[in-house]
């Protein structure tokens, strides 16, 4: 079955030291997000990938980067975590960002802790 | 701008109706909906583009009147599946972000 799949599902991580989220998907979409989601919280963008595009958006703290080295992959690295990072980290993919063609369907998400 | 949403919180006994409710103070391209069940990902329900349209997905419908910047979801009949946090995400015109509103959780009772 296609689908968005995340690794791993559950990622602790102790102050400070660098962290790396992974996103695969077999849609072949052209477009992949990465959200944010605190407790009770609605999912927040972070940034996404349109093709090999990045697309930050403004509030994303400098902390927070991505990679997309291919169609099928896209990483989040976080280079210094602290402890307001923790949170359930999605990805989320999209055929493209227009015309109907815009329906993101998201991964199982991974969950960050912060000792 | 964030969507606002209506109502925050409602519990249904399972056979029951309920209407929530998504709306924006900017004109809207598209307005999506998914449901999150606790420590899940959210699923796709539907997706409503600009022309007024009502779609359906089972005993789930929704409508999007686009003049009014406003949308809603009816689900009917209700089953304790349902049960979970409904997310409206709106996209405006030129703007790709699809920026969620802050949930309705619903609770189906037997």
């Known amino acids: 079955d296609a689908m968005v799949i995340q690794n791993p599902r559950y990622q602790v991580t102790q102050f400070g030291k660098p962290v790396t989220l992974s996103c695969s998907q077999t849609?072949?979409?052209?477009?992949m997000y990465w959200y944010q989601q605190k407790s009770s919280q609605a999912p927040k963008l972070l940034f996404h990938?349109?093709?090999?595009?990045?697309?930050n958006e403004a509030d994303t703290p400098d902390n927070f980067q991505s990679r997309r080295p291919n169609t099928s992959f896209c990483f989040l690295d976080i280079r210094s975590p602290g402890l307001g990072d923790a949170a359930m980290y999605l990805c989320?993919?999209?055929?493209?960002?227009?015309?109907?063609?815009?329906?993101?369907?998201f991964g199982p998400g991974t969950r960050l802790l912060v000792l | 701008q964030q969507p606002v949403q209506s109502p925050q919180a409602v519990i249904l006994r399972e056979g029951e109706d309920a209407v929530i409710n998504c709306s924006s103070s900017?004109?809207?391209?598209?307005v999506h909906w998914y449901r999150q069940k606790h420590g899940e990902a959210p699923v796709f329900l539907m997706i409503?583009?600009?022309?007024?349209e009502q779609k359906g997905h089972e005993k789930i419908s929704a409508s999007f009147n686009e003049k009014k910047q406003q949308s809603s979801l009816y689900l009917t009949a209700s089953q304790l599946s349902y049960s979970g946090t409904y997310f409206c995400?709106?996209?405006?015109?030129?703007?790709?972000?699809?920026?969620f509103g802050k949930g309705t959780l619903l609770t189906v009772n037997p």
């Open positions: 989320a993919t999209s055929r493209d960002r227009a015309g109907g063609q815009e329906t993101q369907y």
């Open positions: 849609l072949n979409h052209n477009v």
């Open positions: 990938y349109y093709d090999k595009d990045f697309n």
């Open positions: 900017k004109a809207l391209y598209s």
């Open positions: 409503l583009l600009k022309g007024g």
């Open positions: 995400g709106t996209r405006g015109g030129s703007n790709y972000k699809l920026t």
